[in-house]
Every structure is written in C-alpha cells, then in structure tokens.
C-alpha cells in the first residue's frame, strides 16, 4: 500500500479474495489441461478397444485362427494379428501419429515413466524446452488441440482403409 | 503346412460407424468440451484489485469464449 492511502473494509476484501481467485484460476488450467490430456488418452482408448472386439470376434468366427489362444495386451500386437490377417498398417501415412497417439496415451495415464521418456526420445517437438541437465516430467509434455484434431484424423484414416467386404454383384 | 491366417475384413456399416465415431468424439471434445472449460483471462476480473470474482463475471466470461 502506498503511504497516504488508507486501508479500507474493501482493501481487505479485496486481499481476502485474491487468494481464492487465483486457486480458482490454477484449478482452471490444470482441469483444462486434465480434460485436454485425458482426451488423447480416450481416443487411443476407443481406438484399442473396438480393434480388440473385432480380432476377438473374428476369432471365434474362424475356430481361434485369428488369436491361435494368445492373449492380446497391447496394441502393437494387435496391429501384428491384424497384418497377419491381411492389414498391414506398417508404413502407412498415419502408422506414426498411431504410435505418438499410443505414447501420449500410456504418459498421460502413467505420467513420469517409461512411456514419457520414449515419447521424449521420439517425438521431443511434443515437449516444452528444457536444460539439458534438466530432469524431464510430465509436465514438460504439451499437448495442444490442433494435434488432437490431427490424430483424431489418423485413427479415422486407419478405420477408413480397413479392408472392406466387397459388396455382392448381382447377374 | 500351417492354415492360412484368416482374412479379416469390415462390412462397409461397421467401418463407418468406426469412422463416425471417432470424428464426433473429436468433434465433440473440441467444439463442446474445451469451449466450456475456456480459461478466462485473470486481467479481466483485476486480479487482486478492486474488482472481486463473481459467479455472473465467470458465466459471461465463459459464454464469451464459446464465440
């Protein structure tokens, strides 16, 4: 306060309240921030699960010739099931944004371990600057929406190219 | 010798359901979710001056960033 100024009942409401307001606003920007996160991590989410249910069904379609009684876990053993099966993504324009999109999913999820560290090594341009004695973490990562419509489009593309039943001509 | 690996493949009604969806989640979040979780510039409510944090102040701002 400068000198002359008096301290009034509003000054003091005013102190009482700024600390309040800026929790609020912190609170904001790491929900933001979580919602944004979490919808990389959905994304890959639906992405997994709707691939799973197609190699499980196809499975027992053909007497377990699809899965031949392995476990699926992962989604880059699902992506060899499915090449084996006549779908190979490998080389693809949107194989990579599948694999960040896989990254982003596990950091998100996991925060500071393996995943953000290979996130980091394959895609450092995902990541705020930092020293480089600096220790990385989670919050290094930077996702923004833009990247989020791009990926989207990528998964998008890879239900697009699946092989499709031919339909029946007839005569 | 080893069975062929079956083929699998997608009616066209499945691949555009899965097609759909992921673009109207994407669409969803982005047009939807993150607009209603716009973060509101603290200058504007003059953080820590005369002005205080009200609920009505919040909801206009909000509505604002929906554009």
Redo the contacts between chains.
């Keep these: 306060m400068s000198a002359g100024m008096s301290w009034d009942a509003e000054d003091e409401a005013d102190e009482a309240a700024s600390g309040p307001m800026k929790t609020f606003f912190d609170e904001r920007q790491f929900l933001r921030r979580q919602v944004l996160d979490f919808a990389f991590a959905a994304l890959f989410h639906l992405l997994e699960r709707a691939l799973q249910r197609i190699l499980h069904q196809a499975d027992d379609v053909h007497s377990e010739g699809v899965l031949q009684g392995k476990k699926l876990r992962q989604f880059d053993e699902m992506c060899r099931v499915l090449a084996r099966c006549g779908y190979d993504t490998t080389g693809l324009p949107f194989a990579r944004d599948l694999d960040k999109l896989k990254l982003i999913s596990n950091a998100v999820k996991h925060g500071q371990g393996v995943a953000l560290y290979r996130l980091a090594k394959e895609f450092p341009e995902l990541f705020l600057s930092r020293e480089p004695t600096e220790t990385l973490v989670f919050e290094h990562l930077s996702l923004t929406p833009e990247l989020f419509t791009r990926l989207a489009a990528s998964v998008a593309d890879f239900w697009d190219s699946f092989p499709t039943q031919q339909p029946v001509l007839e005569g | 010798m080893a069975?062929e690996?079956?083929?699998?493949?997608?009616?066209?009604g499945q691949?555009e359901i899965?097609?759909h969806?992921?673009?109207a989640?994407?669409k969803a979040?982005?047009e939807r979710?993150?607009p209603a979780?716009?973060?509101?510039d603290?200058e504007a409510?003059e953080?820590?001056?005369?002005g205080?944090?009200r609920d009505s102040n919040v909801g206009r701002h909000v509505m604002g960033c929906r554009g």
């Design positions: 069975d690996p079956p083929c699998i493949i997608l009616t066209l691949k899965l097609t969806a992921t673009t989640y994407a979040t982005l979710l993150l979780l716009c973060m509101p603290p409510f953080l820590g001056g005369r205080t944090l």
